[in-house]
């Protein structure tokens, strides 16, 4: 039995890591109705940041917050501004597409060029000292991470659902044309909503980097499961991205201990496949035609 509570552990810890991935993600193609493939180096981005301030400034890792954050929020509203924008117009999502992937490519590069190939470590001031729960044991960075991510998406709920802002969101997101004829202004919201998806991102880089090697390809395979996870909760649901996270990173657990470690990405991809296949709008989405941020 403590064998099995300690795989389940492992699972739920690991979703969390999987959920404030995957929070911003979902937000963003919830609102501006993009799938952001430079996702992964939005994170990676950030991970080199907090390595930056730790090592450089002698830093916390969780005061490395007060820099990640804003950066990537701003990072966040510009590619919005700078390169999703002039192409919404367009009417082509498979330009949009082009795009972000061309960004991710040109992110990696910019990071091969500034820190080279080699692998950094972020110093963990005691965030990967394990802690026992009872008959499971975890580290505190772990345990960290679990918590932050779940009031990541309770305050991101209520921001959606109490502010002003956050209705203004919610009803762009429901109907664009209706929204402008309200006076909203929907461009200065698709910025605010893009810079807020890339402020979670960075919030995960600096939890992730002291338990996590940083390098140019960081971000590729967290952005890889994101995805899975986006689609598995619903895409534009913040709830089902949580839910879906923590089933994914339980489905990795436990396959990479009852079956074969090799067997996990398989088991997870499969998953997403069956998704895709007999529930394209997600577990707790609606139809992606009709699709918008849910809170």
Known sequence: MDVFLQVLANGIMLGGLFAIVSVGLTLIFGIVKVVNFAHGEFL?????????????????????????????????????????????????HHIQIFATVGLSTALINLALLVFGAD???????????????????????????????????????????????????????????????MGIDVDRLYALTFGIGAACVGTAAVLIAPLYPTSPNSGTYFVLIAFVVVVLGGLGSIRGAFAGAILIGLIDSFTGFYVSSDMREVAVFGVFLAILILRPSGLFGRQLRQSHVSP
């Open 44 to 92: 990676m981005i950030g991970m080199y940041l907090t390595y930056l301030a730790v090592t450089g400034l002698g830093m916390h890792p969780f005061a490395a917050l007060i820099l990640v954050v804003p950066v990537l929020f701003l990072m966040g509203a510009l590619t919005q501004r700078l390169l999703i924008q002039p192409l919404l117009a367009a009417g082509d």
């Open 119 to 181: 692998i950094a470590n972020t110093p963990p001031h005691g965030l990967r000292m394990p802690v026992e729960i009872g008959p499971v044991r975890v580290l505190v960075g772990q345990v960290v991470i679990l918590g932050v991510a779940a009031a990541l998406v309770g305050a991101l709920q209520l921001f959606l659902a109490r502010t002003r802002t956050g209705r203004a969101i919610r009803a762009v997101a429901q109907n664009r044309a209706a929204a402008e004829l």
